[in-house]
């Protein structure tokens, strides 16, 4: 009864093609997030959607496009992929006002540009 | 603007030993307050995490934070640690009232010899 679940784990593609990440949770929660995490360990925030709705885009390069079908799917597709988009991708979700809207993580998908 | 400073970026101890990760924060308002542990290939899990109430809170697996606010800090506290605490530790704040947009430390490399 995984709550936040991503596919794929493990994703490895060439430069210039187009690749999707999928999202779930079943937490019932009303908010999810795509975060990018680089070699460095350091995580950013890319995406938030809230009931389906877009709430946080941070500055990240328009080849990422993120869609939200329903409350419990946040889907990250990412076209022309580049060497600099290898990192670890996670999702996240939350529920806005219970305790203190902790986040909780999916267990990440590993993107390799080669 | 907010940010989250983490002290130390690489800590090796020995097994018994105790642990101290110093977390600040820069915010004039109200924040909830939250640390995250990576074990070595996983997602985040959250350790602990403080909203309101006793500033000392104790999390999962033996820690324990404090919040000070007058020092803006919420420092991350182990009395013994063991080799299976070996993980990257990050301290995040919100800002109530903006509950969805987490701002990260940029994490903390505990590395627990045996």
């Known amino acids: 009864d995984t709550a936040v679940s991503q596919t794929p784990k493990y994703l490895v593609t060439q430069m210039g093609n187009d690749k999707s990440i999928k999202c779930e949770q079943n937490l019932g929660h009303d908010t999810m997030y795509w975060y990018k995490q680089d070699s460095k360990k350091f995580l950013k925030i890319m995406f938030s959607?809230?009931?389906?709705?877009?709430?946080i885009n941070e500055t990240v390069p328009n080849r990422f496009s993120p869609k939200s079908p329903d409350k419990a799917h946040l889907n990250l597709h990412i076209n022309s992929l580049e060497l600099g988009d290898s990192a670890v991708y996670f999702c996240?979700?939350?529920?806005?006002?219970?305790?203190?809207?902790?986040?909780?993580f999916g267990p990440g998908t590993r993107l390799t540009v080669l | 603007a907010q940010s989250v400073s983490q002290h130390n970026h690489h800590v090796i101890l020995s097994e018994a030993a105790s642990l101290e990760l110093g977390c600040n924060y820069s915010y004039g308002g109200t924040v909830n307050l939250f640390w995250y542990v990576q074990y070595p290939g996983q997602h985040l899990q959250l350790l602990l995490k403080?909203?309101?109430?006793d500033p000392l809170v104790k999390g999962i697996k033996g820690f324990e934070a404090e919040f000070i606010k007058s020092k803006f800090s919420f420092n991350l506290r182990k009395p013994s640690v063991q080799w299976s605490d070996t993980a990257e530790y990050f301290c995040?704040?919100?800002?109530?009232?903006?509950?969805?947009?987490?701002?990260w430390g940029l994490g903390t490399s505990l590395a627990v010899n045996p």
């Open positions: 403080y909203f309101s109430g």
């Open positions: 996240a979700s939350s529920q806005v006002g219970r305790g203190a809207d902790t986040q909780y």
């Open positions: 995040a704040v919100n800002a109530r009232g903006n509950n969805r947009k987490l701002i």
């Open positions: 959607y809230n009931n389906k709705e877009l709430i």
